[in-house]
T-cell receptor
């Protein structure tokens, strides 16, 4: 079952902040976040592991709440280069091996 | 630099044709993946492979098969293409299965008419 991302789309002005949420109905082992710019391949942002700490990458960070089975991606002081579609990919661990189940994506548009 | 390449960026095939999509990675990664991407549905896993000649079904394997004869190459096969297989197909690879980032290829836009 696919995780649910919210919001589906968000529009920002440069310098504004945004939060993208990813929720699952299954217990999670790890969460991956990727960004895909139009016409390009998805690019890895970060992984959060069960029991791990909040991760950061430039001005983008994320958290992982195991009890709530959800993750949030935080984009602060957004830049034009942040525009794209953001996907969370969830791994349930155990017999799922390294299989990731991706959300439907959140389209982020940053305007000058 | 990490590189995943796919044989074609655009492909047009007729209904009923057998279609081969090729993916090559140059990073000596153990694991390779095939996804399809459709608007509003995100990335859905078709098959993955964790070793040469080994494969596992993903979430939507029906109508597809795969082949991995060499570590660097992973092929997706549509035995008899249908119009509902028109999609963007993305290949990815990762060093290990768990907790490792996936590197994606540029994608193949397949149109079945």
């Amino acid at each position: 079952q696919q995780p649910v991302q919210s919001p589906q789309a968000v529009i920002l002005r440069e310098g504004e902040d945004a939060v993208i949420n990813c929720s699952s109905s299954k217990a999670l082992y790890s969460v991956h976040w990727y960004r895909q710019k139009h016409g390009e391949a998805p690019v890895f942002l970060m992984i959060l592991l069960k029991g791990g700490e909040q991760k950061g990458h430039e001005k983008i960070s994320a958290s992982f709440n195991e009890k709530k089975q959800q993750s949030s991606l935080y984009l602060t002081a957004s830049q034009l280069s942040y525009s794209g579609t953001y996907f969370c990919g969830l791994n349930a661990g155990g017999t799922s091996y390294g299989k990731l189940t991706f959300g439907q994506g959140t389209i982020l548009t940053v305007h000058p | 630099d990490v590189k995943v390449t796919q044989s074609s960026r655009y492909l047009v095939k007729r209904t009923g044709e057998k279609v081969f999509l090729e993916c090559v990675q140059d990073m000596d990664h153990e694991n390779m993946f095939w996804y399809r991407q459709d608007p509003g549905l995100g990335l859905r896993l078709i098959y993955f492979s964790y070793d040469v000649k080994m494969k596992e079904k993903g979430d939507i394997p029906e109508g597809y098969s795969v082949s991995r004869e060499k570590k660097e190459r992973f092929s997706l096969i549509l035995e008899s293409a249908s119009t509902n297989q028109t999609s963007m197909y993305l290949c990815a690879s990762s060093l290990r299965l768990v907790s490792y980032e996936q590197y994606f290829g540029p994608g193949t836009r397949l149109t079945v008419t």
